[in-house]
Structure formats: C-alpha cells, structure tokens
C-alpha cells in the first residue's frame, strides 16, 4: 500500500487529536445558538444536491486571493481595488460561515474535528483580513499587505481541511427524495 501524503497524514492527526476535539466543543458553545439558527435557513438546504458552503467559499476566498495578486503585482495604482476586494471578501465570508456551521452542525467523530480545526483557521484569516482592511482604510497599505498574506497562507491550510471534508469524507453531499431517482446517475 502507497504511504499517504504530507496532507493526508496531517488530516488524519488533526482527525484524530483531542486538542481538536477541545476546539470542537468550545465552538459548540459559542456558536451553538447561531448552527441551529442557520440550519433553519436557506444557507442550509437540500434544494442544490450538496451543501452551499463550498461554493461560497469560493467567493471569500476568490477576494482574498484576489487581493494579495493586486498588492504584490499591482503596485500602488491597485490600492483601491484590493481595499475593495478585502470588503466584499469580508461581506462573502458572513454567509459563507452561518452555511460551514449549518454543515459543521451535523458533523460527528473526527470529521466534526476536522470542521472545528477549519473553522478556527477561517476564523483567524478573517481576523486578520479585518485587520487588513482597517489598515488599509487608515493608509497603511504595506500593513494592510501583510495581513492579507498572512490570511491567505491561513486559508491555505484551513482550505486543505474543509476541502477534504467536501471531497474525500463528501460531508457537502446532501440527499433528497426531490433530487433525482434511484436510476439517475448526474
């Protein structure tokens, strides 16, 4: 058998840890009001075949990544737009996390650890991206750069996390009398 990959090993450690566990249950009770609240919602629902959350996150983190190509590449006539695209990330990231707890919510056993290990990485990097955007709103754009790097170096990992959770464990899979027949194969 093929040893598994840097990833796929550190996945499973982070699966398997009681320091995950620990960072399940805290979030359990710090945002247990808002998961049973969204879970309510249409940012949680069965109508797509599988969870929102992942095409949404395409839309923070499209921004955020956006935005650190206009600092580094763009120079100082792309200010504007990466103070923009720090925002509208910010704005994205809102939906995006009530649709990850709705999901999280149902989660158990190592892939509710792994959820919670995702979930405080994107909550860092979003920290960090409000601090971007406060820095760059203040006319701190090289302090501002710097946090939205280090955000997106966050994301990364946190990234590799809930990916695997979508892809590999199919915890975005949604089932649902009204998708399909038993035939159907789409």
């Given at each position: 058998?093929?040893?598994?990959?840097?990833?796929?090993?550190?996945?499973?450690?982070?699966?398997?840890?009681?320091?995950?566990?620990?960072v399940?249950?805290?979030?359990?009770?710090?945002?247990?009001?808002?998961?049973?609240?969204?879970?309510?919602?249409?940012?949680?629902?069965?109508?797509?075949?599988?969870?929102?959350?992942?095409?949404?996150?395409?839309v923070?983190?499209?921004?955020?990544?956006?935005?650190?190509?206009?600092?580094?590449?763009?120079?100082?006539?792309?200010?504007?737009?990466?103070?923009?695209?720090?925002?509208?990330?910010?704005?994205?990231?809102?939906?995006?996390?009530?649709?990850?707890?709705?999901?999280?919510?149902?989660?158990?056993?190592?892939?509710?650890?792994?959820?919670?290990?995702?979930?405080?990485?994107?909550?860092a990097a979003?920290?960090?991206?409000?601090?971007?955007?406060?820095?760059?709103?203040?006319?701190?754009?090289?302090?501002?750069t710097?946090?939205?790097i280090?955000?997106?170096?966050?994301?990364?990992?946190?990234?590799?996390?809930?990916?695997?959770?979508?892809?590999?464990?199919?915890?975005?899979?949604?089932?649902?009398?009204?998708?399909?027949?038993?035939?159907?194969?789409s």
């Amino acid at each position: 058998m093929a040893s598994r990959s840097l990833p796929q090993r550190v996945v499973r450690a982070v699966g398997a840890s009681p320091d995950s566990e620990r960072v399940a249950r805290v979030q359990e009770l710090a945002y247990g009001p808002v998961i049973e609240w969204v879970r309510r919602t249409p940012l949680h629902t069965d109508v797509l075949g599988h969870s929102i959350h992942p095409s949404l996150t395409d839309v923070t983190t499209g921004c955020w990544l956006s935005t650190s190509l206009l600092d580094l590449a763009g120079g100082s006539d792309s200010r504007r737009g990466a103070t923009l695209l720090a925002g509208f990330g910010l704005l994205a990231s809102v939906p995006t996390a009530f649709a990850g707890a709705g999901d999280w919510g149902e989660m158990s056993g190592a892939e509710r650890r792994i959820g919670a290990v995702h979930a405080l990485g994107m909550d860092a990097a979003t920290l960090l991206f409000v601090g971007s955007l406060v820095a760059r709103l203040r006319g701190e754009h090289r302090i501002g750069t710097k946090l939205a790097i280090a955000g997106n170096l966050i994301i990364a990992g946190a990234g590799v996390l809930g990916g695997h959770l979508a892809l590999h464990r199919g915890t975005a899979r949604r089932t649902s009398t009204d998708i399909g027949s038993a035939g159907d194969s789409s």
